[in-house]
């Protein structure tokens, strides 16, 4: 079991992070990867001053990156790249940033979700409640809105197409600052995308692209900074000093409206059955041209698009090329009233019938309703 942290100018923080690692509660990491780039302060000779007391073994690799590829998608590509090496085929792997502080239960808690079957754990990231108090108030509450809205079109794609391995309660984060996965797992997708922004979410993506069970683990917790001052362009500190300038005149680009998100809910199910049905060698063109039908596409483009090994290639590529599933993002101003009609599909979902688009529709599909 090793922890992989990028680590850059993090001299006032990389000591907290690491006594927060010593301080796990019965599930102590076996080894620590910090992988410190670009780093023109003390922070090294404050790890090295720390590394005879903590209760692991460390390696520091320093790098100094090209301008281009000196961002935290690289170096955490590596870090973990070097810790899986060090946990070997059947290890573990856990990642977190360098200004977070992970809660005492942080690994144990992680590991009870990998044992109920999970291969990847994501956990929820917090702001320190004290640097919290720099951010203005609208922004909390504007945040606030956002996690709800997403909260609730979780639950529709819970209700839809439900996910053993990660039953609602549940959470919709992919931060990089919580992540464990299975070193077989991590393998099989390819290792984390070196991006310059939103390398957990690539990571994560790409881990649902192999089919791996992923567990959305609300008691897996940790703090990271407030700071609006980052170390990585484009970050969660980049983001927040923007809104406090102006906010984004629209939602985050994962958050679509409510109709939509239960047609992609409703689509992904019966892909999945399509999938699966395929596999055993039955004969699916009936159901395929039920879901093209849906979709308002020709039968052959839904059918040319479910072959593969893995399910969450072949719902990508769907995802991507038919038209009706095209994301819309939605409008700050109108999120209320996106809200009320997400719990409209939800009430909908969980008592019978619901509306989509003014119409009636099934609560399941034919397809999705057979493998619940």
Not at 142 to 148: G, K, L, Q, T, Y
Request: hydrophobic residues 45%; glycine residues 8%; contains cysteine.
């Amino acid at each position: 079991m090793v922890v992989a942290v990028p680590v850059r100018d993090e001299e006032a923080r990389i000591g907290p992070c690491l006594l927060a690692l010593a301080a796990q509660g019965g599930a102590t990491p076996d080894h620590v990867v910090l992988l410190v780039n670009n780093t023109t302060d003390g922070t090294v000779a404050r790890v090295r001053d720390m590394a005879p007391a903590l209760p692991f073994a460390l390696t520091v690799a320093c790098r100094v990156y090209p301008d281009a590829q000196a961002h935290a998608g690289t170096a955490r590509r590596e870090a973990m790249e070097i810790a899986a090496a060090r946990a070997g085929a059947g290890g573990i792997l856990l990642t977190t940033d360098a200004d977070g502080r992970v809660a005492p239960d942080w690994i144990g808690r992680t590991l009870s979700a990998l044992a109920a079957g999970a291969q990847a754990v994501c956990g929820r990231a917090r702001i320190d409640p004290m640097e919290a108090l720099a951010i203005p108030a609208h922004l909390h509450r504007d945040d606030d809105r956002e996690v709800a809205y997403a909260t609730v079109l979780d639950r529709i794609h819970d209700l839809a197409d439900p996910d053993p391995f990660d039953p609602w309660p549940r959470h919709t984060e992919h931060s990089g600052a919580s992540i464990a996965v299975t070193v077989a797992a991590w393998a099989r997708a390819g290792g984390v995308p070196a991006l310059p922004i939103a390398e957990d979410r690539a990571f994560i993506a790409a881990l649902r692209r192999v089919d791996t069970p992923i567990r959305h683990a609300a008691d897996v917790r940790v703090t990271v900074s407030g700071r609006i001052l980052g170390r990585a362009r484009g970050g969660m500190a980049d983001t927040i000093a923007r809104r406090m300038e102006r906010q984004d005149a629209v939602l985050d680009d994962s958050l679509e409206p409510a109709g939509d998100c239960l047609r992609r809910a409703r689509a992904r199910a019966w892909l999945r059955h399509l999938h699966d049905e395929q596999g055993i060698g039955r004969d699916t063109r009936a159901s395929t041209a039920s879901l093209a039908a849906m979709l308002g596409v020709p039968t052959h483009h839904v059918a040319h698009r479910m072959i593969g090994p893995y399910f969450g290639m072949c719902w990508e590529r769907l995802e991507a090329e038919t038209p009706s599933l095209r994301r819309r993002r939605v409008h700050r101003s109108d999120l209320a009233w996106h809200h009320a009609r997400a719990v409209d599909i939800v009430a909908g979902l969980l008592d019978g019938p619901c509306i989509q688009d003014d119409r009636q529709v099934p609560l399941m599909s034919p397809a999705s309703r057979s493998i619940r």
